[in-house]
Structure formats: structure tokens, C-alpha cells
């Protein structure tokens, strides 16, 4: 179980601004949970707090009861916090074949199961599990490496922030199918950040995240019908 309790942050950009504020929030095991909301909202930033490469300048961060708040990435990526980024990073020297390999940390994985999640992703395995992870990658086919990574990780718990991003409309139905998946598989949770709504519609719980702060959390039989009717005090926190 994942728990942030009172998170802030500030940044000294001129002025103190606060990027988010007093966010308090629950992830159980097993749940498929996705924070939406405005953009400039704080949904990255959030991410990035839980996945340690940001430091709140208060709360805390529990996991499974632990206070995770001063670990580093790389101690709470060997706690299970598993996380693909955005913008993914590229690795140069290394193949495609390497990167799921070390992802899984599991040597004796087979050319037959690196190409399960490449195809799970829409990749086909012939074409790329050779292929150097560097520029040469187009930015959707990086993205789409990098969720295979997470998918060979199997971690506790994985945040994903806008997988969507950069991927064509003929894949994204592909992708869909994806998290589907993950949700009925996995037996950790799962984060994701999205504005898409046929990602937002597999959610069990959807979290709104507006000028930093948590306006709305719930399942998301709740939530959803007011987000696509286009509340506007969905994202704004009660101020109509
Ligand atoms: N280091 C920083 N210094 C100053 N402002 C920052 C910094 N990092 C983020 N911000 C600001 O904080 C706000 C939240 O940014 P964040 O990237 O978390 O939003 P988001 O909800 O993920 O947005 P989007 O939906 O557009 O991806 C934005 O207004 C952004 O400009």
C-alpha cells in the first residue's frame, strides 16, 4: 500500500510557488488507479515525488507502512517502485534485447518471452530486439520499449505518466489492451497519469489533481460521468 500523507512542494522560481499542495492519498494493493486533471496540475511532479526524484518539501511517503520519504530512486526502485518516464531515456551500447533482459533481472529470459512483450507493446520482436536503444528510436517506439520494461519489471508498484504520450492512434487501442491486462494480472498497483478517457475508463479509482492540489478522488463510476460531462468543478475544487 502506498500512502502520502500532507505532501508539498515548493519551488523558488522568483517567488515561492507551491507545485503541490497538502496532497493526501491512498493507493491499496491491487488497484488500478488514474490521476487526471488540467495540465500544469502537478500530476508529473506527483509522480515524480513518489518515485524519489523529487524530495516534498513536507509530508510523508509510506510504503506498506514504511516511510519511504528520504529513500533514493534506486532504493525505492529495489523496493518495487517501478516508473516510465514521459520523456523515456534513451540507452546507448545497449539492445532492446539487453534493456528487457536487465529490466527482468532475469538472464535465462528467452528471445520467445522478450517477444511476448514486445508484441504486447505493438512492436515486433524481429525488428527490434537487436536494435540499439538510442536516438535512432523514434520517440513512440522508445515509449513503447519502455513500457515493456515495466511490464518484465512485475514491480509492487508501477507509475506510468502518460503512457499515451507520442504514440500513434493505431497503436493506442493496442496499448489500451495493455493495461487492461496489467490490471487483471497484476497483483501490486498500478499509477497512471493520463488525460486519455478509454484509459481513465479502465480505472478502478481516479484521482483529479488541479493547482496542486487533490480535488477529487473516488471510484470511477463516480467520477468519471462528471469529468466527461465536462464539469468544470471537477477540476476546480468546489469553486462553482
Ligand atoms: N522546477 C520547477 N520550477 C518551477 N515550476 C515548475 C517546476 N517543475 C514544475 N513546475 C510547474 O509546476 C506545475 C506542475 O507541473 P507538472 O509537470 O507536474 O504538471 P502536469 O499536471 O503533469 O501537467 P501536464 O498535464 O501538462 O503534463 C506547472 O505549472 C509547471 O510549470
Not at 526502485?77 to 545497449?94: D, E, H, N, S, T
Not at 528487457?100 to 535465462?108: K, M, P, S, Y
Not at 503512457?163 to 500513434?168: K, L, M, R, S, V
Not at 494480472?185 to 483529479?208: F, K, M
Request: charged share 25%; with cysteine; aromatic share 4%.
Amino acid at each position: 500500500m502506498l500512502q502520502l500523507q500532507h505532501i508539498s512542494l515548493q519551488v523558488e522560481d522568483g517567488a515561492n510557488r507551491e507545485i503541490l499542495k497538502d496532497v493526501n492519498l491512498t493507493v491499496d494493493d491491487g488497484r488500478f488507479v488514474v490521476i487526471t486533471g488540467p495540465n500544469g496540475g502537478g500530476k508529473s511532479t506527483l509522480a515524480k515525488v513518489i518515485a524519489g526524484i523529487l524530495a516534498p518539501t513536507e509530508g510523508r511517503i509510506l510504503l506498506d507502512g514504511r516511510d519511504i520519504t528520504q529513500a533514493s530512486i534506486t532504493e525505492r526502485a529495489k523496493m518495487g517502485i517501478g516508473f516510465a518516464f514521459q520523456q523515456p531515456v534513451r540507452f546507448k551500447g545497449l539492445t532492446v534485447r539487453d534493456l528487457i533482459t536487465l529490466a527482468a533481472g532475469d538472464e535465462t529470459l528467452s528471445d520467445c518471452d522478450i517477444g511476448r512483450y514486445l508484441r504486447s507493446v505493438g512492436l515486433c520482436p524481429r525488428d527490434y530486439i537487436d536494435r540499439e536503444a538510442n536516438a535512432s528510436l523514434s520517440g513512440g517506439e522508445m515509449k513503447r520499449i519502455e513500457i515493456a520494461m515495466v511490464l518484465a519489471r512485475k514491480t509492487p508498484l508501477t507509475i506510468f505518466d502518460e503512457p499515451e504520450a507520442g504514440i500513434d492512434l493505431w497503436s493506442f487501442g493496442n496499448l489500451i489492451d495493455v493495461f487492461a491486462d496489467l490490471r487483471r494480472e497484476t497483483e501490486g498497483s498500478v499509477l497512471i497519469i493520463s488525460h486519455q478517457e478509454r484509459i481513465l475508463n479502465i480505472a478502478d479509482e481516479i484521482v483529479v489533481l488541479s493547482g496542486g492540489s487533490l480535488t477529487m478522488h473516488g471510484p470511477k463510476d463516480e467520477i468519471l460521468p462528471g469529468l466527461l460531462r465536462g464539469d468544470r468543478c471537477a477540476f476546480c475544487r468546489g469553486e462553482e
